[in-house]
């Protein structure tokens, strides 16, 4: 289990309170089919679900296909091992249990409930637990303890034929196994040549030291010590089968011997059990994982002040590399459960452990950062096993779990695709992800756009430019310092030669001369000095970039990181002019929809004229997009009720498209619920809108603006934007201070938007020195 102890910010009351309020517990039922009729209730009830049952009898494997087993898990205990609290009987569990329903739900969106089962004795609870297993589509055995643990998951996983796994045992083994893999590769150890010594023999340890002795430790090479010594062979006291598998011929006895020389300790005992002197006497490029919860058997602190060479991990969460099994048990499930697999094997369990290392090894993205206070992560001593709050968990490791499980002929339904399954498990948590994964789709099967980066010398820029390459999206050109994006890039851990990615600076590009004649002449009757243009192609990054772009270098640009948007919209438009109507179109992504409003940047207060416009725009571009467009005018009055100023500014609007006899639904005005639910809609038989608008034009930009960042900043929904929408070549401005992850989405649409247009640019000639090597490179699995 994730550690719920350390760092307690919070009092008992508020602990309790929290349970208890609004409503009792974490986890409730809500129905996803809908129950508003009565034609409704027969079809989810009787009559209509005789149909299911029947189907479902003629063949069980049906229940996948007709009610919710497939993505069901049961996480079952009886409260003999709660946390570090120990046995607290069945009913105390209740609390623990729920909280990992939580957690399949929140990570890996599997709908999850808690089952406690009133006994000890492990024949009773496994003949309980086996006559109502086919209920679920895998089973989470929690907090029982050793040795029970042991036969208990392995007679269950015999008698059903879904996943049964103890994530006590297995989960902390494939943390701690991802983590050693890391470890191992950055102090220069191999698998097989390590000494390896196992500080306490429950069920974790014992599961942890047969995993990694599995990829490659050797037997002769580990230690087992418990609380009467060293698990030798012959050894008379303390043995159970599970033990003595793990015994060793050594002369050593006691713990203080065992480590001397030994280059990795896990640590799944308790405070205190391992000393600084015990830590001084490894060997070089020490590995300790320290995972005693809620207090670790050494602390980073005193391990570091007798060997600074170490790399270390704990429980905790405060410390970095946490081993927390938050890591494995959600997305192992999720793609055993995605396969309709029988059991979680060995090889999947392996899969899963390789996967989490590598992806250690990638590019951390802003988010995480953002979830840890905004501390650097980075993959080395400190980084060796992913955060929990990383997005990209969800689609990185659960492909894996199930090609394994396709592999060994345990999942009954294969997955064809690989591809397209990673698609699908990034929108289970991202609701932005089915437009990304058809806008990115679309750039990647279009010629190459070179896409420039204008601030190119900020490490968030560098990184977007780096993804937005690797991802296969285009060209991304850097606008900068190359010794100082090389220098960031370095820190970044990225090697720029690997992937080439060009860099262009102002200061020595070839092509100045051309843009400042190009833009004198563009701007010398509206009262600049050529000297004022050769300073703002030199010296501005935002200029030069749309030079670029305007004299066909390149086909779009991104910018804003390091400047507010109106400023860095006057620049460009120096440069670009626009071509019909230039608007901000936001993007609003929530409870299965996706709303397209406008305009949210450019005209502030707009007159009939300018709605109509607006309207015509967004309605073009979100047909681009492969959607159809229906547009609703929203407003705070209904059809003329209340009358006001700015609701007959709508009216006259709505004219203005009945005489221009466009090729899109329109409707208007009128409040959101209108716009969006056809109950609404009852009272109002003239509305033009066949079905629910998706296209919102706002009265203003202040409600434009403000209804955007307000459902954005309650969390009810994912805004992409403003997009800047009409110049007659794509220019994206992302917020100051925007995550790799905006910058990449603004120049995905920026080549997107581009494309629509024509087809790519000619490359240049460079636009300065060739580039020289970098200094670091990401190392590989």
């Not at 129905?31 to 009729?37: E, R, V």
């Not at 005693?292 to 969460?317: F, K």
């Not at 190459?448 to 968030?460: H, I, M, P, Q, Y």
């Not at 970044?492 to 690997?498: H, I, P, S, T, V």
Request: contains cysteine; glycine residues 6%; charged residues 25%.
């Amino acid at each position: 289990m994730p550690d719920l102890t350390d760092k307690q910010t919070f009092s008992d009351e508020e602990a309790l309170e929290f349970h208890r309020l609004p409503a009792p517990g974490k986890i409730s039922m809500a129905p996803i089919k809908p129950m508003a009729t009565q034609r409704d209730l027969s079809l989810a009830y009787s009559p209509g679900v005789a149909v299911p049952v029947r189907a479902i009898a003629a063949d069980p494997d049906k229940a996948y296909d007709y009610t919710s087993k497939g993505n069901l898990v049961a996480v079952i205990s009886n409260g003999t091992a709660i946390l570090g609290l120990g046995n607290l009987g069945h009913m105390a569990s209740k609390p623990v249990m729920e909280g990992k329903s939580v957690l399949f739900k929140r990570f890996a969106d599997v709908d999850s409930f808690d089952v406690e089962v009133k006994t000890t004795d492990p024949d009773e609870f496994i003949t309980v637990v086996k006559n109502i297993g086919d209920t679920w589509g895998g089973i989470n055995l929690e907090d029982i303890k050793s040795p029970e643990c042991f036969v208990i998951e392995a007679e269950l996983q015999d008698q059903l034929d879904i996943p049964v796994f103890h994530d006590d045992q297995h989960g902390t083994a494939i943390i701690s196994t991802a983590g050693l893999i890391n470890a191992c590769h950055i102090a220069g150890k191999r698998f097989e040549d390590i000494k390896l010594v196992l500080v306490g023999a429950g069920a974790a340890g014992l599961s942890s030291i047969s995993l990694m002795k599995s990829m490659g430790v050797r037997h002769e090479n580990t230690t087992v010590v418990d609380l009467h010594g060293v698990v030798y062979r012959g050894r008379p006291d303390d043995m159970d089968q599970w033990k003595a598998v793990h015994a060793t011929d050594t002369e050593k006895r006691t713990l203080a011997e065992a480590i001397k020389g030994a280059d990795v300790v896990l640590g799944l005992s308790a405070k205190g059990a391992i000393t600084p002197a015990m830590v001084a006497s490894m060997a070089p490029r020490p590995i300790i994982f320290a995972m005693a919860n809620p207090d670790p058997e050494i602390t980073p602190e005193e391990v570091l002040a007798v060997r600074p060479d170490a790399i270390i991990a704990t429980g905790r969460s405060d410390y970095v590399n946490q081993v927390n099994n938050v890591l494995a048990f959600p997305y192992l499930f999720r793609g055993a459960l995605d396969v309709r697999a029988r059991r979680i094997n060995h090889d999947m369990k392996v899969a899963c452990a390789q996967a989490l290392a590598a992806l250690a090894r990638e590019d951390v993205p802003d988010e995480v950062a953002a979830a840890y206070r905004g501390r650097k992560l980075k993959f080395g001593p400190d980084y060796i096993i992913p955060t929990p709050f990383d997005p990209r968990l969800i689609w990185y490791i659960p492909p894996f779990v199930a090609q394994a499980a396709m592999d060994t002929g345990v999942a009954r339904q294969p997955i064809a695709d690989m591809d397209v399954y990673r698609a699908t498990l990034r929108e289970r948590v991202d609701p932005s992800a089915a437009l990304m994964q058809k806008i990115s789709g679309a750039v990647r099967a279009a010629p190459n756009k070179r896409v420039v980066f204008a601030e190119g010398e900020e490490t968030s820029v560098i990184r977007a430019a780096w993804g937005f390459k690797q991802a296969e999206l285009g060209e991304p050109v850097l606008v900068g310092r190359e010794s100082l994006i090389r220098q960031n890039a370095a820190e970044a851990g990225l090697n720029f030669d690997e992937l080439g990615i060009e860099i262009a600076n102002a200061g020595v590009s070839t092509h100045n001369a051309d843009y400042t004649d190009w833009l004198y002449a563009r701007l010398q009757r509206r009262g600049y000095l050529r000297r004022d243009v050769q300073r703002m192609i030199n010296q501005d990054r935002n200029y030069f970039a749309a030079a670029m772009v305007a004299r066909g270098h390149a086909d779009a640009v991104v910018t804003g990181t390091t400047r507010n948007f109106n400023m860095v919209l006057k620049e460009v438009r120096r440069v670009l002019d626009v071509k019909d109507r230039l608007i901000g179109l936001s993007i609003v992504l929530a409870k299965g929809r996706t709303l397209f409003v406008a305009d949210t940047s450019i005209t502030e207060l707009p007159d009939a004229e300018d709605l109509a416009e607006i309207a015509i725009k967004a309605a073009d571009t979100v047909r681009k997009l492969g959607r159809t467009p229906r547009v609703a005018f929203l407003s705070y009055s209904t059809f003329g009720n209340p009358p006001g100023e700015r609701g007959e500014k709508v009216r006259e609007a709505i004219r203005i498209l009945d005489q221009r006899n466009v090729d899109f639904e329109y409707e208007g005005e009128m409040p959101p619920e209108l716009a969006l639910h056809p109950d609404a809609r009852s009272a109002y038989p003239f509305m033009r809108l066949s079905r629910d608008a998706n296209v919102l034009v706002m009265p203003a930009i202040h409600s434009a603006s403000i209804s955007t960042r307000l459902v954005q900043s309650l969390g009810a929904a994912t805004v992409i934007g403003p997009l800047l929408v009409g110049l007659e070549h794509s220019v994206q401005i992302v917020p100051l201070g925007a995550s790799v992850s905006e910058i990449m989405t603004a120049a995905t649409f920026a080549a997107y938007e581009e494309g629509a247009v024509g087809g790519p640019s000619p490359r240049p000639e460079p636009l300065m020195a060739p580039p020289r090597p970098a200094t670091a490179v990401p190392p590989t699995l």
